[in-house]
């Protein structure tokens, strides 16, 4: 459909053309978008393991009685869709909002609203619960014999973690990351009710080329270079934490 011919009336016409391409590539303000795309894709994704990783690392190797009520506050925000999740974001980042107002108590007028940090923010909200499932399952899985020998041979609690859990950690830390990834490249409410327009993404501009325009093969084109981007980075990431898995290993 990408090299269809965009048609006003019957939206697409069969044929084979690379307008819909040269229209993408020649744009100032697609290619900025897609860039941003790629900018808040890689931020947000680091910004979730970041924080991700210590809950999942509390929750499973805490004694703490009830750390297991985190998992059900873990799931919890799985449970309402993302629109809604990203118009409470928009509620509690508004001028009127809660975030606002304490920041107006000690004098500061700033609004996370159409803001990169706010994009962030709400988008790593979204990826969270996904990345502490995912590292859970992860870190369930060592055996604790292993970390018993590291404290047993005279590690302390930071050598065991660096030298033991971490590394065999990895691979959670692999999946979570490129899960968290793939997700945020195609966000679209998120990026509609906190982004736009101040901080463009891709998703919105597909979905008003395809709604608005109803010109389906420029849709189409922007969809297909969005999900090759994907897989280019997905690739070259998996490519250089294979060799460095491996280089560990060595």
Known sequence: MSFYHNDPVATMVPGFTLDNYATFLSSGLYRGALLVTVEISVVSTVFTILV????????VFSKWRYSQ?????????????????AFG???????SGIINQILGVFGLQY????????VIIAISSVLMPFAI??????????????????????GNQLQTFLYVT???????VI???????????????TAVFIGMPKVPMIAPFIYDAA??????????????????????????????TDIQVGGDAV
């Open 52 to 59: 991700s990783y210590p809950i999942a690392y509390f929750i």
């Open 69 to 85: 009520v985190l998992v059900l506050l873990v799931i919890a925000p799985m449970l309402v869709g993302n629109v809604v999740r």
């Open 89 to 95: 974001w928009y509620a509690l980042m508004g001028s």
């Open 111 to 118: 609004t996370l609203l159409n803001t990169k940090p706010g």
């Open 133 to 154: 499932l995912i590292l859970m399952s992860v870190l369930y899985t060592i055996d604790q014999e292993l970390i018993e020998a590291a404290f047993n041979l005279g």
């Open 166 to 172: 971490l590394p065999l950690s990895l691979p959670g």
């Open 175 to 189: 999946g979570a990351t490129l899960i968290s990834f793939v997700l945020t490249m195609g966000t679209f409410a």
């Open 211 to 240: 709604t608005t325009d109803l010109n389906w093969p420029l849709a189409s084109a922007m969809s297909f270079i969005l999900l090759a981007v994907s897989l280019i980075l997905v690739y070259l990431y998996t490519r250089v």
